[in-house]
């Protein structure tokens, strides 16, 4: 099955390191920024939920609810619902960090609200992406052992892609929301000065760690497509 390569001896698995690789340092330099600025406290000593709260009135949002979430680093707007849910980390917290994180999350709230395009489109692709990232290999998997290299092998490449298109839309709407929540921070007068790059720094490094799955996923849909994109039924 895998004849071309040799017994354990893949070289496409250097793909796979490398993506890990880049995971792990990205997640590093997340945790180490967060860290850091975990540590310094906002001058004017308001939480990262009294902030988002704060944002999302000067924003002109009044019906999205903000709570509390378990979990490090389990930040997220949820659209659906109009819900901020906020982790214990950034809710009591009065941290540039945990204000960056908010302001972040309120950035998502306030693209929904101008139905920024790529938040739309995210939202479309979630649930295929979701299913996707779910079926993908045990289809490719199913195919090999089938020997059905054009049809279930190949379904499941394409099905993997569209996971990878779905991280990659991704991209530019976490971009964006950092960007509102700086501006936003600066025009409402909540951080000012040092707090800004501060909380510039913490929202990069959380970037990065979005830039590192794309980048990962991008070289597991390469080892996919060079471990069976060229493969006919009848190797």
């Keep these: 099955?895998?004849?071309?390569?040799?017994?354990?001896?893949?070289?496409?698995y250097i793909l796979v390191f490398i993506g890990a690789i880049i995971c792990i340092a990205a997640s590093s330099k997340l945790n180490s920024t967060y860290s850091k600025y975990e540590k310094v406290r906002s001058a004017r000593g308001i939480t990262g939920a009294e902030a988002a709260a704060k944002i999302l009135t000067?924003?002109?949002?009044?019906?999205?609810?903000?709570?509390?979430?378990?979990?490090?680093?389990?930040?997220?707007?949820?659209?659906?619902?109009?819900?901020?849910?906020?982790?214990?980390?950034?809710?009591?917290?009065?941290?540039?960090?945990?204000?960056?994180?908010?302001?972040?999350?309120?950035?998502?709230?306030?693209?929904?609200?101008?139905?920024?395009l790529p938040l739309k489109f995210r939202g479309v692709l979630a649930p295929i992406a979701s299913i996707s990232s779910t079926i993908s290999v045990p289809l490719i998997i199913l195919g090999v052992v089938l020997g059905m290299y054009s049809s279930l092998v190949?379904?499941?490449?394409?099905?993997?892609?569209?996971?990878?298109?779905?991280?990659?839309?991704?991209?530019?709407?976490?971009?964006?929301?950092s960007s509102r929540a700086l501006a936003m921070l600066t025009d409402y007068g909540i951080t000012a000065g040092e707090e800004v790059e501060g909380c510039k720094r913490v929202l990069n490094a959380a970037a990065l760690t979005y830039v590192a799955a794309v980048a990962s996923s991008i070289l597991q849909l390469l080892r996919l497509l060079l471990l069976f994109g060229g493969r006919r039924r009848d190797d």
Excluded at 155 to 168: D, R
């Design 1 to 12: 099955m895998f004849g071309y390569y040799g017994y354990y001896m893949d070289p496409t």
């Design 58 to 116: 000067y924003s002109g949002i009044h019906d999205v609810r903000i709570e509390r979430v378990q979990g490090n680093l389990t930040d997220h707007y949820d659209p659906r619902n109009k819900v901020l849910r906020l982790s214990d980390r950034t809710y009591q917290s009065t941290s540039i960090a945990a204000i960056g994180v908010a302001a972040h999350e309120c950035g998502h709230a306030v693209q929904h609200q101008e139905e920024y």
């Design 154 to 177: 190949q379904i499941g490449i394409w099905v993997f892609a569209l996971a990878v298109l779905f991280q990659i839309v991704t991209l530019p709407v976490e971009y964006n929301a």
